[in-house]
């Protein structure tokens, strides 16, 4: 699966989870961006791409994310 | 030594007159110095352990860096190791093991000054090193200071090591600005201590030493109320007064507090109050619980709030009220991510004013009722006070409080929320009253001390009443 794809689907799991049609995401947003993006919504976040790709997060993984960019490149990474 | 004494001002002065003539490479143990004899001041014994706690953890960060396997073992050890020590200073086990062997005879071993705070600086950088987000300090001296650096040693805040080691190896040069911002956030946190807090605590305390002085529900809402504001002004004016002294020595401190009683939600008011111990709890307590338990919905949420809340209780202190205290603000914040969907949908619908206006009260009256558990001591006397603020039958406009309470309390409310616009406008409070011209500055300060002077708690006989997280 190619990168674009990752971002696009992710996209889609932020519009659906923050119940947000007009969420745009790129490579540089963080929860300063998304309205509602607190700790509870961080691990609906975490949860729905996990079920959505069929992958497994690691904590130190999760906890390394800086950004949406980060979220993609790891995501990108498991199921290429 | 107390932050609002004499002394303690006599010591700062010379700390940071001397600090800023020594050349560069003796200014960091130039704050060792000072840092154990500001602790030497509470007990002379207090230098030792703290220095080997300090150089216990300094070994155990490197043994983890270099570890190859096992490395949560040794990681699991280390930090239990720390939290043994702490609940067996918290709860006074070594006295009761001296009590039983030489029956009956005690020798009083003090919890030490600030060890719940060290401590928790000392389990975050292990886990940090242990997890590669930082590299172990190659310096013990360096190492050394963060711990026992005394701005922070005796009540915080909980600064990370990734925070204040990059800052040790910055050219410290003489900065007036600095200074000035320094000075001014010390003159501050003074003014919200001894003119406030120590008046309103000394006009409850008799209610909370004496539940029968009053039946009136609408008093002890009152006292209640009265508390949670001293509260606020007694931390919030000791971490303006460790931010200002670390400013005058040129560490950036992270701020404690961000205006909490703006807050329109529990949750939110834990990210606002105390921001380095729940920040701190959140990141390697909450979180990781969260993670842990991530498909389990909303449990996911609900078990480690409750879990980490009840944390914070116990380390408050080892008595019923403060179990009460953490696990209520933990069933608060559980129901907080419960209702949370709901939230965000009546946000959408209602007017923002009224939204915010109502979340703000509620959450207000919340911590008005929980925070009385951190007072009280013994839990029976806080569910007593609770069932006499409930009691709206004894409800009356005669409170028995004088005019000098109203006028206290009144202004006490206005201090906090210039406080809390202060704290919410960042910096810019700070860089306005720099950019004030040199007169105008020494005005200002000259009102804050004949305020102090004309106003503050004290007189023949005053000692100035301890911060309260002094005691934790």
Not at chain 1, 13 to 35: G, K, P
Not at chain 2, 224 to 242: H, K, M, V
Not at chain 2, 407 to 413: E, G, H, K, R
Request: hydrophobic share 55%; charged share 15%.
């Amino acid at each position: 699966m190619t990168r674009e794809k990752v971002t696009g689907e992710v996209q889609n799991i932020f519009r659906d989870l923050f119940d947000d049609e007009s969420i745009v995401i790129d490579d540089n947003t963080t929860a300063d961006d998304v309205e509602d993006w607190d700790s509870l919504e961080h691990i609906n976040l975490i949860t729905s791409i996990e079920k959505h790709f069929s992958i497994k997060f690691a904590m130190s993984e999760v906890t390394h994310f800086k950004n949406v960019g980060n979220m993609i490149d790891t995501i990108t990474t498991k199921v290429s | 030594m107390t932050f609002t004494t004499l002394y303690f001002l006599v010591f700062v002065a010379v700390v940071v007159l001397v600090y800023l003539l020594l050349p560069q490479k003796i200014k960091p143990h130039f704050i060792i110095l000072a840092s154990l004899v500001f602790y030497f001041f509470w007990k002379a014994w207090a230098p030792v352990f703290i220095i080997a706690f300090a150089l216990f953890n300094f070994v155990m960060a490197k043994v983890l860096a270099k570890q190859k396997s096992k490395k949560f073992f040794v990681l699991l050890m280390s930090v239990s190791l720390s939290v043994i020590l702490f609940f067996v200073f918290r709860y006074g086990i070594f006295n009761g093991i001296i009590a039983a062997i030489t029956g009956g005879n005690t020798i009083m071993i003090l919890f030490p000054l600030g060890f719940s705070y060290y401590m928790f600086k000392c389990v975050s950088y292990l886990i940090d090193v242990n997890n590669g987000t930082i590299a172990p300090e190659p310096r013990f001296d360096y190492f050394l200071i963060y711990v026992t650096y005394f701005p922070e040693v005796s009540m915080g805040p909980i600064t990370r090591a990734v925070d204040f080691l990059p800052q040790i190896r910055i050219k410290k040069v003489i900065d007036t600005t600095a200074l000035n911002k320094g000075l001014a956030l010390v003159a501050w946190g003074f003014f919200k201590k001894i003119v406030f807090a120590d008046m309103l605590a000394s006009m409850i305390n008799p209610y909370y030493n004496d539940l029968t002085l009053s039946n009136n529900g609408f008093a002890w809402f009152f006292v209640a109320f009265g508390f949670l504001l001293q509260l606020y002004l007694d931390f919030s004016a000791y971490t303006n007064i460790s931010i200002g002294v670390s400013k005058m020595l040129g560490y950036d401190i992270k701020p404690n507090f961000n205006a909490p009683f703006f807050s329109q939600s529990i949750s939110e008011f834990w990210r606002k109050w105390h921001i380095s111990l729940s920040s701190w709890l959140a990141d390697y307590v909450f979180t990781p619980l969260q993670f842990l338990l991530r498909r389990l919905g909303k449990f996911a949420s609900i078990i480690p709030a409750l879990i980490t809340f009840t944390l914070i209780g116990v380390w408050h202190g080892g008595t019923s009220s403060y179990l009460v205290f953490g696990f209520s603000m933990g069933v608060l914040v559980a129901i907080d991510a419960i209702v949370a969907r709901k939230r965000k949908k009546l946000k959408k619908t209602l007017p923002k004013s009224l939204f915010s206006t109502v979340g703000i009260i509620i959450t207000m009256l919340l911590n008005i009722l929980v925070f009385v558990f951190m007072r009280t001591g013994v839990a029976a006397d806080g569910f007593a006070i609770i069932d006499k603020i409930f009691s709206f039958s004894t409800w009356s406009l005669q409170l028995g409080f004088g005019l000098e309470f109203f006028i206290i309390f009144a202004l006490s409310i206005a201090v906090a929320i210039c406080s809390h616009i202060i704290e919410s406008r960042k910096d810019k409070f700070l860089d306005g009253f720099a950019r004030l011209k040199l007169p105008v500055t020494w005005l200002v300060y000259l009102v804050v001390i004949f305020a102090i002077v004309l106003f503050g708690y004290y007189g023949p006989g005053y000692d100035a009443i301890e911060f309260i997280y002094i005691g934790f």
